[in-house]
């Protein structure tokens, strides 16, 4: 009897130790699906980070601005990583994550976050008109000077004959003697028809 009764403790003590290993192994692997949805919204840029998500289950994620989508729905295992450029906005636009896995609706998530306007890193223009920078005027430009050389003056009748002496105008030094000799022989001329008509005068 006693050796019985220490079987069957012996066996109870393995049951025990079995089932604390069992519950100790399916303890440790719950973390492994703990799905871990972490995401982001800044003025320009939307981050997710999807884990510990399903592996064999088909995940789907979805993003949308304003109700526009930014990222259609997309399917994912196990887990999910993306960064996307929000559109330009000039207000502030709701950003919209939907999860939905594929091991259990408690596991899906539907939440919204705000992306606000980005800042204009660009200085605003000063009121204060700058001062005038006097301005310097250029010279007037001048006629072009010409490149060609000057005209050579045409040369000046010479008025001294070859060899030196006066050029030649026309008259010489013997002028004036065959002029008067031709006075005298008019003269003579005249003189003696007067004494020719004076003689026949005499006759008649």
């Known amino acids: 009897m006693t050796e019985i009764r220490r079987t ?5 003590a393995l049951i025990a130790v079995a089932s604390a290993g069992a519950f100790g192994v399916g303890f440790s692997a719950a973390p492994a699906l703990a799905h871990t949805p972490v995401w982001s919204v800044t003025c320009d840029q939307v981050s997710v980070d999807l884990t510990a998500y399903s592996p064999t289950k088909d995940n789907t994620v979805t993003i949308t601005v304003d109700g526009k989508d930014l990222l259609p729905t997309k399917t994912f295992k196990k887990e999910f990583h993306d960064k996307l450029g ?7 636009v709701t950003v919209r994550l939907i999860v939905k896995a594929g091991d259990g609706d408690q596991f899906s998530r539907d939440e919204t976050k705000t992306a606000p306007v980005c800042e204009d890193d660009t200085p605003s223009p000063s009121t204060t008109p700058p001062s005038p920078t006097p301005s310097v005027s250029s010279p007037a430009p001048g006629p072009t000077p010409s490149t060609s050389a000057p005209a ?6 010479s008025t001294s004959a070859p060899g030196g002496g006066l050029a030649e105008t026309g008259g010489s030094s013997a002028t004036p003697l065959i002029a008067g ?3 005298v022989v008019i003269l003579a001329g005249g003189g003696i028809m007067w004494a020719a008509r004076k003689r026949r005068s005499a006759q008649h």
Request: charged content about 30%; hydrophobic content about 35%.
């Open 8 to 12: 069957w403790r012996r066996t109870g």
């Open 86 to 92: 929000l559109p330009a906005h000039d207000k502030e």
């Open 152 to 157: 050579t003056p045409s040369a000046e009748p």
């Open 181 to 183: 000799a031709a006075a």
